[in-house]
């Protein structure tokens, strides 16, 4: 009787939908196998048993979808929160199972904590003024339509895209939100954030294996620079960023704790990322190496590099310049200032054009700007921009497609975000793992910052996934109690005392 008891009271604790869902589901997963098998469909059966396994691994454990999720997310550049590969992806499956999950706890709770939090709520504001600007775009702009555009990529040869990117990129927008609130809510305790911390770091590192395989094989973009065949760094000037970022991550991974196989495993990664900065033939990149020691040696004392280990890198780059890549690399990644018909002069000009253009659109439409996605059909069509290509500067591109109160809400979410990171490192006494990963935040935060400069970044998974684990990082160090203070030793004449 008591086993029974026990047994009902946990059945008890589940809740009234899942509990009709595994009643219903179980036996009409079996009915499926023996149809499916029966007709031969053997592989839309092992699907079906694979979508009923996730989700009732999610169901069980909801961070596991975050962090599948957030992986493939950082493997992709600009991935949709229910990817556009078809109806039945695992994507989408999570996506819905979390939603399910979080609409569950919400009736269960009442608790609706997710949306006091100031970055969803600013989140949720730019959003709304999107929608203004983008309603506005339509009057404003009446002639404007969706064409085509020819672009160069590489070694692949000329590809034909889309100019009007309103769809994709409001999609984008609001479903990571989305994202976000599924973070906040499913990622809660120190093991969630190491786990989660582990999935942002590894995820983005898988880019540098594929571009040192590109290295090895010849693969490289105009015949001279390295990109990642893996999408998140198919752009070398992004790939830089990542690597930079991967140096700091894996610096402070090391040093977080003692043991000669983590130092091992650290140091090949951030000697792998090394060559793949000075392969990318960057000149953000370049400037990004500088930034990155500055920011390294003003972390906290444990947390410096020393003399040696800095040596050691720069022999790496110096072996990688001279022996590894062709001359044309190092001499794009040093001429910030070519001239015409030289390596990068015509990158300089459109980048230039592009700059004053964006500029152009924010001094004509300062209110609303020509409304989210439309800057290439806008400077196409309207101010005939030979070049119509996208902003490559993340300020620019807010004010340009969402005037001066996007541009602003930015500003101010980045702001709270940087003020939150300010307090898990001035607790990271209370959990010096998770201060470790703080620290390499605040590297990795200010990069981002640096090279939003050079590239549309804040609509990248990255923004999401480094905001969402900060705002977790701090729930958790100002929910621990300050760690007991050892007795001090007495010293002198007390000591003596207290041993007679």
């Known amino acids: 009787m ?18 009709i869902a595994i009643f219903f589901g179980i036996p009409l997963a079996a009915a499926a196998t023996m149809a499916g098998t029966y007709l031969g469909d053997e592989i839309l059966v092992c699907a079906g048993w694979i979508a009923m396994c996730v989700v009732c691994f999610v169901a069980l454990r909801p961070v596991f979808g975050i962090m599948f999720m957030t992986g493939g997310f950082l493997l ?11 109806d039945l992806t695992i994507a989408n499956l999570i996506g819905v199972i979390l939603l399910g999950l979080l609409v569950l706890r919400i009736m269960d709770t009442r608790d609706f904590s997710f949306l006091r939090n100031k970055q969803v709520r600013m989140l949720l504001l730019i959003g709304a003024v999107f929608v203004v600007g983008t309603i506005n ?18 070694a692949v040869g000329k590809q034909s895209k889309g100019l009007d990117k309103t769809e994709k990129m409001g999609h984008e927008f609001y479903t990571r939100i989305i994202y976000l609130i599924f973070f906040l809510e499913f990622v809660r305790d120190r093991r969630d954030i190491r786990l989660l911390t582990a999935t942002f770091m590894i995820g983005l590192f898988f880019a540098v294996p594929s571009a040192l395989y590109n290295i090895a094989t010849g693969q490289l973009a105009r015949g001279f620079r390295v990109a990642s065949s893996v999408t998140s760094g198919s752009n070398p000037n992004r790939l830089a960023m990542i690597c930079e970022m991967e140096i700091a991550m894996w610096w402070f991974w090391a040093r977080s704790r003692p043991g000669i196989l983590r130092q091992l495993i650290a140091f090949g990664a951030m000697g792998a990322s090394t060559i793949v900065i000075f392969g990318t033939g960057s000149r953000s990149g370049l400037l990004g190496i500088g930034l990155l020691g500055v920011l390294l040696q003003t972390s906290p004392k444990r947390f410096r590099v020393p003399t040696v280990h800095i040596a050691a890198l720069s022999v790496v780059g110096l072996v990688t310049i001279v022996a590894v890549l062709p001359a044309e690399t190092w001499q794009r990644m040093i001429t ?13 000009e459109m980048r230039e054009e592009t700059v004053w253009r964006a500029v152009q659109l924010f001094h004509d439409h300062p209110m609303f700007g020509v409304g989210i996605g439309n800057f290439r059909e806008v400077t196409r069509q309207i101010y ?7 902003p490559h500067n993340s300020y620019l591109w807010s004010a340009a497609e969402g005037g001066i109160f996007v541009l602003l809400g930015y500003m101010w979410l ?11 490192t001035r607790l990271a006494h209370r959990d010096p793992e998770i201060g470790a990963a703080a620290g390499a935040f605040r590297v990795v935060f200010i990069l981002y910052a640096f090279f939003s400069i050079f590239a549309d970044l804040w609509l990248n998974p990255i923004t999401y996934a480094m905001m969402g684990l900060i705002i977790v990082m701090r729930r958790h160090v100002e929910a621990l109690p300050e760690p007991a203070l050892a007795p001090a030793l007495p010293r002198g004449p007390a000591l003596l005392g207290a041993a007679a």
């Open 384 to 390: 005939q921009d030979p070049y119509y290509r996208p």
């Open 137 to 154: 775009s339509y009057s404003t702009f009446p002639t404007l339509k969706a064409t085509v555009g020819v672009r160069h990529k590489g």
């Open 336 to 348: 910030f200032m070519p001239g015409q018909h030289e390596i990068g002069a015509s990158s300089n």
């Open 76 to 86: 992709a550049a600009y991935p949709t929160l229910l990817q556009s590969l078809g």
């Open 414 to 424: 980045f702001w709270i975000t940087w003020r939150d990171l300010t307090v898990v």
């Open 2 to 19: 008591p086993v029974a008891s026990h047994t009902n009271d946990h059945i008890a604790d589940i809740p009234l939908l899942p509990r």
